[in-house]
């Protein structure tokens, strides 16, 4: 066996965060629905809560994203027009 480091790293920072902050965004890889969605959220939820959302959409046959979105789709429609 191999040693390993088990620290990972998520990203580097950005060298100059002005450039980084308004650059813009990078294009998706893949095809289909996924690729019209360019940000991501990022919630701060209990293990509990996260542990009962992965339930719901296990039981839904639903990735916790696409419950998500539908969810947040419903509650937030657009607006004629555009931004509100």
Do not use: N, Y
Request: no cysteine; proline share 11%.
């Amino acid at each position: 066996m191999t040693d390993r480091s088990h620290k990972r790293t998520f990203t580097a920072r950005p060298a100059d965060p002005e450039s980084w902050v308004k650059a813009p965004d990078p294009r998706p890889a893949r095809g289909g629905d996924a690729a019209s969605f360019t940000a991501r959220l990022t919630i701060d939820v209990t293990p509990d809560m996260r542990g009962q959302i992965k339930i719901v959409a296990f039981q839904r046959g639903v990735t916790v994203a696409d419950m998500l979105r539908e969810l947040l789709a419903r509650e937030f429609p657009p607006t004629e027009g555009g931004t509100p």
